[in-house]
């Protein structure tokens, strides 16, 4: 069984940084690794994607320009940078893995971490 952990949570006053982990025992393996969060009381959403090559990643509109996707397939981490922090970006963030035919698609994931909690203070 493959278990993604996050780390790297926490409270950032808005406008500030902060940097998540996704640590993985086969990260090299898994073609897509992603990033997708949960606000309170609202569903879950997408957020950035990378390909296996670390080539190719996406992100949602809303962070592009913000948030930055990158992966060390050597230490079987994925890293989800988070500049320039706004109060709507609070929620619980997941790490998943997995072959999904749509980036944005979470039921193409099939290895998901239990979430980290970023909390943005205005």
């Known amino acids: 069984q493959v278990v993604l952990v996050e780390s790297g949570g926490g409270l950032v006053q808005a406008g500030g940084s902060l940097r998540v982990s996704c640590a993985a025992p086969?990260?090299?393996?898994?073609?897509?690794m992603a990033w997708f969060r949960q606000a309170p009381g609202e569903e879950r959403h997408f957020v950035a994607a990378?390909?296996?090559?670390?080539?190719?990643?996406y992100q949602t509109d809303s962070v592009k320009g913000r948030f930055t996707i990158s992966r060390d397939n050597a230490k079987n981490t994925v890293y989800l940078q988070m500049n320039s922090l706004k109060a709507e970006d609070t929620a619980v963030y997941y790490c998943?893995?997995?072959?999904?035919?749509?980036?944005?698609?979470?039921?193409?994931?099939?290895?998901w971490g239990r979430g980290t909690q970023v909390t943005v203070s205005s």
């Open positions: 998943v893995g997995g072959w999904p035919s749509s980036y944005s698609n979470e039921g193409g994931y099939i290895y």
């Open positions: 086969i990260t090299f393996s898994i073609n897509v």
């Open positions: 990378i390909t296996r090559d670390g080539i190719a990643t």
